[in-house]
């Protein structure tokens, strides 16, 4: 893993999605978005960057524990940790040292070596509580390896994992990559060590069916319990924890100041407030903490480290070099390494010798003796600095870096660190411990202002949180077309002759969700066109007080006198559905059915896109994640969530790489063959099956066979599911969905087009008819044709009518989604969900479209394109619409 450039990647990442799924085709609105995410500390915060040089070693070695000898010498914060814990009477201690440290390790030798003392006795001897079961897992798998390669504890001692999720092979033996899984095996013979969560120990003190598990414990059999990930209980869960000890402890009869505790993280906060982190930990525990109970990581200094290397190295990359620095001008990973090797020492890594370790381990010498790393690591001191400030401070010790720009900084610093992050010890360990912070905020309750920036500049988009009392009395929600673009403002009008705009968010918020017929929309315009009666009006809205002055005023303000008016449309969004009046968010301009959004994007979201870049970046070799989030009964749905919005990322990703491999030319009703077979090639039937299953195909009976057996029910139709939801997801990805979200369209990975000869054939026969039968059209000419026939048919693309199988009951119950959703491998569609919408000669239902709009309606998108490229008002009539 790089982590230098994929900061970079995910920073741009985020940047892309936002510009893509926020495209502003309003000319006030222009720059809005990318103003706010260069705006420094108000999206993004960081890259916060920390170098973590060597820990400092022990006295003893490997042989601390000579019943247990350890793989590795252990460092001089891991021995004070056994030198507590294997104390007479042990003492509870904190373990409050970073990721990577080993602290695992601090707690696990010396209760293994603990067991291996008592064994023979029965009962549980040590309980490790973690909040989630994937730590549990993966440390489960870890004690596994220890005891197994250990003949002194092979046989001898046994853990179990007992949380609540039921394994399809429970074990009910130690293995070398396995402890005790299987529930009634533990019951009969607890284990030593017990591996679990807080609410299933909760469970274990009060069920029946579990007394087995404690039936040996006397009062002293249970000495030590280990918290993983302390500041997870923190509040509630922090009491309900206290509490679960306590009780504990009465269950087993266990002495008053005899359990040794031990509490982990890597986060306890600011370690300098000793006191205030052993009060909270008495009283979590229960147990005494002692001055001195908080075990901290213990690094070498930069001089130290530095001690015996002279500088031999001064040259740095120049500017000419800032294209080789961009991660993005290398093809893969491996040619970015080289280059900036070569930039760096002026001697590139052999391809053949990449794989090698050798070249790894002799660039970390070479970086020891160069200047510009020699200050790096001096002026960060041990601390976590932002780029800025790092970069500042380099730029004085640097001459080549004064007055430079910042890509040119960035990329030069990123670089040093790429090569940072693969130097090697001897012994394999990494050179240093590269760590990077970048803070991301979520985009929500964002609003703009309805003043220009400057006189050449839009509004300013801004957190409505941020903003003062006063400030917010200027701002209003912004609303987006995810279809055409369009931008405007949304407000709530105030009570029946009121004019004033009210900027009361929250009360705002209910309204638009609820359809209320105050919910209006203002898009700016340069000018009054001519609109049909019943589609809207125009108005100036003050930018000073949010007054709407209507009729539009190009004069002042009828409330407060400003002279600078807004000219804004204010399309009719109120129909009457059954008896009540509602407020649409359809699209005055391109006529997108509920397509008028609020602009922002939520943690759920942004972190999906985050997930997306991490686990297709080449960069990145350790395809790991771990999200933690707010409340228990948020995380099933964000897990949920990001499973959906990652099998897109992917499948996009799957879909880009098989059209860049296919050399002969492609139809759209050709890709999903191409595609199938592409991947067929490379992946066996089982992993095609589960790499391209749709979330929501997840319920499949016999893919609920596969993941259990492994193999797929005789007569299994599953895989002909997947492929007809991969020929309507690839049909979608160019027609339906083609500019909602990140597609390959709107990333400008892949497009499709008209057949050039077909095209020109349509127009060559329709040419002649219109300029006669037409009298607008006489002077019309090829070019223009073809530009309004290249619009329309897009169009008909993005509204998603591309003739499919899957479509045609749809089609015939006009726009029915229930005919969508009897199809057990289609997408969800609902009532109110986005659906496809073909072209109708007459009303057939809201789900389709029409060329010409019905009387007392907005204009049609097909209107306004018409009239866009015609330019001539004999086209309002519509019966020279219907013509054409």
Known sequence: MIPSVLTQQLRQGIEDFLATTFPIATSHFHGVLRDLLSRPGEVFKGPYLSLGLPFEPGMAGKTFFPAVPMPFAAYLHQE????????????????????GSGKTECFLYPILDYCHRQRGELGVKVILIYPMNALAADQATRIAKLVFNNPNLKGQITAGLFIGQSERDPRMVMGKDHIITHKD????????????NYKMLDYLLIRPKDRELWQHNKAETLRYLVVDELHTFDGAQGTDLACLIRRLKARLGTPENYLCCVGTSATLGDTQKGDALLDYAAKVFGEAFHAGAIITEQRQGAGQFLESSLIRQVAIPSHAHVDDLDPDSHPSYQEYLSKQHDLWFATPIPTADFDQPAWRMALADRLREHVFFQNLLKILGGETLEFGQLLEALSRLTPELQGGDDCYRIHLLNSLLALISVARHASGQPFLQVRLQWWLRELRRMVASVARKTATEGPLLRFFDDLTKTQRQLHLPVVHCRECGSMGWAGRKGGKNSQQVETDLQAFYIAFFHADPHIIFLFPEE???????????????CPACLTLNVPCSQGVCSACSEEKQVIVFIPNNVV?????????????????????????SQAASLTSVL??????????????????????????????????????????????????????????ASLSEVFIRHWSQRLDENQLIATFLAPN??????????QNTGRLPPGSTLRQAVEKRIDWEICSEFGFNARIGRTLEKTLSATVHLN??????????LLEPLRNEIGALRDLNAPTLRRFFLGFIIHMRHQGAITHAALQSYIEDKGNTYRLKKIPWMP???????????????????????PVARQGHNRTWYQAWAERVFATQELFLSHDIDRI
């Open 80 to 99: 004070k940790a056994f030198q507590r814990l294997t104390a007479t009477p042990p003492q509870s201690t904190l373990i409050a040292t970073g990721t």
């Open 185 to 196: 095996t533990q019951r009969r013979r607890p284990p030593d060590i017990l591996l679990t």
């Open 527 to 541: 000018s009054v066109r001519d609109i049909q009666a019943d589609a809207g009006f125009y108005g100036s809205l």
């Open 576 to 600: 009457r559905q059954k008896d009540r009046l509602v407020s649409t968010h359809h699209c005055p301009y391109c006529g997108g059915h509920n397509s008028l959004t609020l602009v922002g």
């Open 611 to 668: 997930i997306a870049q991490l686990f297709a970046s080449s960069f990145n070799d350790d395809k790991k994640l771990l999200t933690f989030s707010d409340s228990v009964q948020d995380a099933a749905h964000r897990a949920g969530f990001f499973a959906a919005r990652t099998w897109r990322f992917n499948f996009r990703a799957a879909l880009c790489q098989c059209i860049a491999a296919t050399s002969a030319d492609l139809t759209l």
């Open 697 to 706: 195909m997840s319920w499949f009976a016999d893919f609920d066979r596969l």
């Open 756 to 765: 050039p000869e077909l095209l020109e054939q349509a127009i060559q026969t």
């Open 828 to 850: 969800d569609f609902g009532p109110h969900t986005r659906a496809p919408a073909f072209l109708a000669e007459r009303f057939v239902g809201e789900r389709f479209d029409l």
